[in-house]
């Protein structure tokens, strides 16, 4: 049992607790990898303020700034700056700006090495295409119809989410695809290709709902792209229009955007279907995750299609409720392929082509849906970055999410944030993220402190044990200190009830009684007890007043009267004015009037004089014990002074009371003289007072 309790009361032991509430309570970042907020921007560009794209046009590793703005008569407007807001080009167009409804898109699609900036606008119920190569041929396409667009409560019911510059033709020029998403109206709800160079442009059939381009794949390896992506259930439609809402469709568009084979209906209210395709050495595979939401008890499944839409394998998922959806997503680590069953509890798993899923994350819940992918740290490889803006929060994922690290970014709003990726030469990059008119720069690196993660922790646990070690040193400094004050209250106390003393005097006390001298009998008794009384009810006590002490000291006197007869006389001269409620230590007077008596008086031949003397000056007060005893030399050579343990407990206790009340406390021992030189006595000045 010692054993144990040595164990646990071990400060090794103990200094865990405190170094692990320490680490947790005092973080310090030691992730992996950290993300800075560099800089933060008001745009305010523009009438009603404007978006800010960073977008390297010239690929010379540093990106200009693309503001999407309204110019001062509020038509829609590009002006595109160097870094250093130098100005390289404004451009004006005759249609409004729909910032709420749209965003901008970039890329090169004739792969002359100047990319472009594409964006919508309107006039009236019509939508319109533009797009400027700045750092090129300049205006490309102005005010391009595309299509008219319904109002629903006098709103614009449409948007414009989805965008790619895709070769659907084979032909080595781009077609700048995209999708309009009506809500409640009938039309549009189609994916449109828009041919740069012709200016022409083709829609898909007529269908109530339609997939937003989530992936593009030669399926079928014919040469062709097709496109995959994701329905969903709004139930705006008539369940009698051409692939209405109400259901979600197996569909897959091919490059003249004709449907690649003939939609397949999941008829249950309540579904998403997410298709994303799969190539492999192998074989050519389409992975559906069909995510039923609705109130009939449906099973969410994991669906396996051939390159021909044809089903060869499905799995059912289960989940604890149907608040906790499940998502697919493709994304391509280093040029090669994975897709990714997303689940609300936090879980990532890789579908493979034949259908099978394993776990590769576990943890905090990932938004599905990227928002980037860049090499954010220039280490060769890129990350992906998922954004929770309801939450305020950035995640960003390393290769096949071994590595997933979030970050708080504090700029929290329900619209769309506008994200881009700022290059900076050879320096890091940065994130760029703008929420309303705030733009915020952030940068994402290897954090070097990751490598100081242990040397951290021993560190905070040598705090620790250090930090218990003290408190175990005062902890038993303060036991020795209270063991010595309780010594040196016994010490006190036993030289109160000193056993020479007490026989002593009822020795004398009873001779009294035997000369039946009643009067001197009872007040030798009187004063006895009285001495008895202080010891015992304050045995606890290691100060008492001055007034108590000199009473005592009285009593002990009169006591050693009654014993010593004549030998003596004394006197206590004080005067009315002075503090006699001052608290000193016990004996402070006594202990000298004792050895005054003892080792002065009584072996002298004559009698002698003892005279207690107590003065006061402001808060200072002096005690004098004086007495015409053979002085100390005399009493060292007659071998009567005593062991001197009566001083050294006067040192002690003087000691304490200067560290317990904070009040300074000395004496001195004097050797006096007479006339020729020869001892006279002794006296001794104790002096108490002062801070």
């Known amino acids: 049992m010692k054993k144990l309790i040595n164990i646990i009361t071990s400060p090794f032991l103990i200094a865990l607790p405190i170094a692990f509430a320490l680490i947790i309570f005092i973080p310090f970042n030691f992730q992996k990898y950290k993300l800075d907020l560099i800089d933060q921007l008001n745009v305010d ?37 160097r870094d250093d807001h130098s100005i390289i080009d404004q451009y004006n167009f005759d249609t409004k700006l729909i910032k709420e409804l749209s965003k901008a898109f970039f890329g090169d699609y004739d792969n002359n090495g100047l990319s472009e900036v594409y964006f919508f606008s309107m006039e009236d119920d019509s939508v319109f295409l533009n797009a400027v ?41 781009k077609d700048f695809v995209f999708k309009i998403h009506a809500c409640f109206s009938l039309q549009p709800r189609a994916i449109y290709k828009f041919d740069i160079k012709t200016k ?10 339609m997939i937003s381009i989530y992936s593009v794949e030669d399926i079928n390896d014919d040469g062709y792209l097709e496109l995959f992506g994701t329905s969903n259930t709004t139930g705006n439609l008539p369940t009698t229009f051409p692939y209405h809402d109400s259901s979600v469709w197996f569909m897959v568009i091919d490059h003249n955007l004709d449907f690649f084979f003939e939609p397949v209906e999941f008829s249950e209210y309540g579904a998403r279907l997410a298709l994303r395709p799969l190539k492999s050495n192998k074989s050519n595979r389409i992975i559906a995750l069909y995510d039923y939401y609705g109130k009939k008890n449906i099973k969410s499944k994991l669906l396996l299609y051939n390159e021909k839409g044809e089903l060869i394998k499905k799995k059912t998922l289960y989940k604890p409720t149907k608040n906790k959806y499940f998502s697919l ?7 090669d392929p994975y897709v990714y069953l997303f689940s609300k509890d936090g879980t990532i798993y890789n579908v493979s082509s034949d259908l099978d899923y394993d776990i590769v994350y576990n943890g905090e819940y990932i938004s599905d849906y990227i928002y980037m992918k860049g090499d954010f740290d220039n280490d060769g490889f890129d990350e992906a970055l998922f954004l929770r803006k ?29 994200i881009s990726f700022k290059q900076n030469g050879e320096n890091l990059p940065n994130i760029a993220i703008q929420i309303e008119n705030k733009l915020s720069l952030f940068e994402y690196s290897f954090n070097n402190w990751y490598y100081l993660k242990v040397p951290y922790y021993v560190f905070i646990y040598i705090l620790s044990l250090l930090l218990v070690y003290i408190i175990q040193l005062a902890q038993r400094y303060r036991m020795q200190q209270i063991q010595k004050m309780k010594e040196l209250q016994f010490q006190v106390t036993m030289n109160q009830l000193e ?54 000291s009285d009593d002990y006197l009169k006591v050693q009267k009654i014993r010593h ?39 002298d031949k004559k009698n002698g004089e003892l005279k207690i003397e107590v003065d006061q000056n402001d808060n200072i007060f002096t005690i004098c014990v004086k007495d015409t005893g053979i002085g100390r030399q005399k009493a060292r050579d007659l071998k009567t002074s005593g062991t001197g343990k009566g001083l050294h407990m006067i040192d002690e206790l003087f000691i304490w009371f200067e560290k317990t009340y904070k009040k300074n406390i000395s004496y001195k021992i004097v050797d006096l003289k007479d006339s020729n030189g020869d001892p006279a006595g002794t006296e001794v000045i104790i002096t108490i007072g002062g801070n």
């Open 45 to 81: 560009k523009g009438k009603d303020g404007a978006d800010l794209y960073f977008y390297d046009f010239d690929k010379d590793g540093i990106s200009e700034r693309c503001y999407i703005c309204s110019n001062t008569i509020g038509n829609a407007a590009i002006k595109i700056t």
């Open 133 to 173: 190569e700045p750092l090129g041929c300049g205006y490309l396409l102005k005010n391009n119809f595309i299509t008219t667009i319904n109002k629903v409560d006098d709103k614009l019911d449409f948007r414009i989410r989805m965008a790619k510059l895709i070769d659907l033709d084979n032909n080595g020029l």
């Open 200 to 209: 022409c442009i083709e829609r898909t059939p007529e269908a109530g709902s």
């Open 329 to 335: 997503e493709k994304i391509i680590w280093n040029k």
């Open 390 to 418: 309801r939450e305020s929060k950035i995640q960003i994922a390393r290769f096949n999410f071994d590595q997933v690290d979030s970050y708080d970014f504090n700029l929290k709003s329900e619209k769309e944030p506008i």
């Open 499 to 552: 056993p020479h003393f007490i026989l002593n005097s009822l020795n004398s006390i009873g001779l009294s009684i035997l000369k039946e001298d009643k009067n001197q009998a009872y007040s030798g008794f009187s004063k006895f007890t009285n001495l008895i009384r202080s010891v015992l009810s304050d045995r606890d006590s290691m100060v008492l007043t001055l007034k108590e002490e000199l009473e005592l």
């Open 565 to 603: 007869k004549e030998k003596f006389e004394y006197k206590l001269i004080y005067s009315d004015k002075i503090n006699l409620d001052v608290i000193i230590p016990k004996m402070t007077i006594r202990n000298f009037v004792e050895n005054a008596i003892k080792h002065g008086i009584l072996p």
